[in-house]
């Protein structure tokens, strides 16, 4: 069976292994036709190696996720276009598939009871399970990527009475009913994807995280509703964790984007659940949190450094397509995004090797111009 699927990936390839299974080992190993492994995904890793020329060698999987996001919120992507995907994925030993489904500018997965969400392209259910059947096949887990409170332009349009005052694209978290709606619309997606252990809820660009005075409404609730001091950043995190409390009913684990938790120019009364995940992309505005304070917190973390591991089409909001020159010479997955130039320590952020809560890093394909 092993051998079939690296035949599937090389097709060229045609030398038969001796495969052993041994709990005792950490990785694999090669000698020449001999192939030792901890587990069968580890043996279908050695046969790859082995499929590009590879005698001898012995390996120990260090990080736990290595992964591609793709935004196909805002760009449709064909069923045949992900299994091309996976199958790149797997020759390069990668084992996540982070499949963003909503925007600002479309919703691209047909939901049981949400299907006039859908843009005019869009992915089927049945096109979905394809695609996780499919992956399944290669040892690569996909992952469904829900952005909220924000980023909800598109589906904000047909239920304008759940939009926070003063914005286009952000949830009004102030309101039970939107987040009942929120809700239903998350467990549609985790039955959609009910083999996967993790759902990413978003959480980005909720509103500028520095302008919370704009949004009164927040403030207003944040007094009644949770502390006399408590002000709108403390409506927001409450909201993240009512989500995430939700997801791990579904015993899933949350994730979020790094950006509006643990403010520098912000005091919480209220405090993040530590069992949610960090996608650490960015700290472009000097009051983001360092990448020190989610450790602190005890958050598992993950790299998705927007600098070196993001595909922008379009090239918009100031990013250059990586290359292979660029990736070799400036990307390290333990080395995260720069703090903002104006902190008054060093700007380069690095977690150790084998730090018990660094899980992995993230190539992520964004289309912020779906035309391109």
Same mark, same amino acid.
């Given at each position: 069976?092993?051998?079939?699927?690296? %035949?599937?990936?090389?097709?060229?390839?045609?030398?038969?292994?001796?495969?052993?299974?041994? %709990?005792?080992?950490?990785?694999?190993?090669?000698?020449? *036709?001999?192939?030792?492994?901890?587990?069968?995904?580890?043996?279908?890793?050695?046969?790859?190696?082995?499929?590009?020329?590879?005698?001898? #060698?012995?390996?120990?999987?260090?990080?736990?996720?290595?992964?591609?996001?793709? /935004? &196909?919120?805002?760009?449709?992507? *064909?069923?045949?276009?992900?299994?091309?995907?996976?199958? &790149? &994925?797997?020759?390069?030993?990668?084992?996540?598939?982070?499949?963003?489904? *909503?925007?600002?500018?479309?919703?691209?997965?047909?939901? !049981?009871?949400?299907? *006039?969400?859908?843009?005019?392209?869009?992915? @089927?259910?049945?096109?979905?399970?394809?695609?996780? =059947?499919?992956?399944?096949?290669?040892?690569?887990?996909?992952?469904? $990527?829900?952005?909220?409170?924000?980023?909800?332009?598109?589906?904000?349009?047909?239920?304008?009475?759940?939009?926070?005052?003063? @914005?286009?694209?952000?949830?009004?978290?102030?309101? !039970?009913?939107?987040?009942?709606?929120?809700?239903?619309?998350?467990? @549609?997606?985790?039955?959609?994807?009910?083999? $996967?252990?993790?759902?990413?809820?978003?959480?980005?660009?909720?509103?500028?995280?520095?302008?919370?005075?704009?949004?009164?409404?927040?403030?207003?609730?944040?007094?009644?509703?949770?502390?006399?001091?408590?002000?709108? @950043?403390?409506?927001?995190?409450?909201?993240?964790?009512?989500?995430? %409390?939700? #997801?791990?009913?579904?015993?899933?684990?949350?994730?979020?984007?790094? /950006?509006? &938790?643990?403010?520098?120019?912000?005091?919480?009364?209220? $405090?993040?659940?530590?069992?949610?995940?960090?996608?650490?992309?960015?700290?472009?505005?000097?009051?983001?949190?360092?990448?020190?304070?989610?450790?602190?917190?005890?958050?598992?973390?993950?790299?998705?450094?927007?600098?070196?591991?993001?595909? #922008?089409?379009?090239?918009?909001?100031?990013?250059?397509? !990586?290359?292979?020159?660029?990736? =070799?010479?400036?990307?390290?997955?333990?080395?995260?995004?720069?703090?903002?130039?104006?902190?008054?320590?060093?700007?380069? =952020?690095?977690?150790?090797?084998?730090?018990?809560?660094?899980?992995?890093?993230?190539?992520?394909?964004?289309?912020?111009?779906?035309? =391109?």
């Amino acid at each position: 069976m092993l051998e079939e699927k690296i %035949k599937n990936l090389f097709p060229t390839f045609d030398k038969e292994h001796e495969l052993i299974i041994r %709990k005792e080992i950490e990785g694999y190993k090669i000698f020449e *036709s001999r192939i030792e492994a901890h587990s069968e995904r580890l043996a279908f890793y050695a046969l790859i190696d082995a499929a590009q020329g590879v005698k001898e #060698v012995e390996q120990k999987e260090i990080l736990t996720e290595r992964g591609v996001h793709v /935004d &196909m919120g805002r760009k449709y992507f *064909s069923k045949k276009w992900f299994y091309k995907l996976i199958e &790149m &994925m797997a020759r390069k030993k990668l084992n996540r598939l982070q499949i963003h489904i *909503s925007e600002n500018e479309g919703f691209r997965l047909k939901l !049981p009871g949400y299907e *006039s969400l859908c843009s005019n392209q869009a992915l @089927s259910y049945q096109d979905m399970q394809d695609i996780i =059947q499919y992956a399944s096949k290669y040892y690569i887990e996909v992952i469904p $990527s829900f952005d909220t409170p924000g980023h909800l332009k598109h589906i904000l349009k047909s239920y304008p009475q759940y939009r926070l005052k003063n @914005s286009e694209s952000a949830l009004d978290i102030t309101n !039970p009913k939107a987040r009942l709606f929120i809700k239903g619309l998350l467990s @549609s997606v985790m039955d959609c994807f009910k083999d $996967s252990k993790v759902v990413h809820i978003g959480g980005d660009e909720f509103i500028p995280f520095d302008q919370y005075e704009f949004y009164p409404d927040l403030e207003t609730y944040a007094k009644s509703e949770i502390d006399k001091d408590a002000t709108g @950043s403390d409506v927001y995190i409450d909201y993240i964790n009512d989500i995430g %409390k939700f #997801v791990m009913q579904y015993n899933k684990i949350p994730r979020i984007w790094n /950006d509006g &938790m643990y403010r520098l120019d912000q005091k919480s009364h209220v $405090s993040l659940n530590a069992d949610i995940q960090i996608t650490y992309w960015t700290s472009w505005h000097e009051g983001m949190a360092p990448l020190h304070s989610f450790i602190t917190h005890n958050h598992d973390v993950l790299n998705f450094m927007d600098e070196n591991l993001y595909f #922008v089409l379009g090239e918009c909001a100031g990013y250059s397509y !990586p290359n292979v020159d660029k990736m =070799q010479n400036n990307f390290n997955p333990y080395r995260f995004p720069n703090r903002h130039k104006n902190t008054d320590s060093s700007r380069e =952020q690095w977690i150790e090797i084998n730090h018990k809560q660094y899980l992995g890093s993230y190539f992520s394909i964004w289309c912020d111009d779906p035309k =391109q």
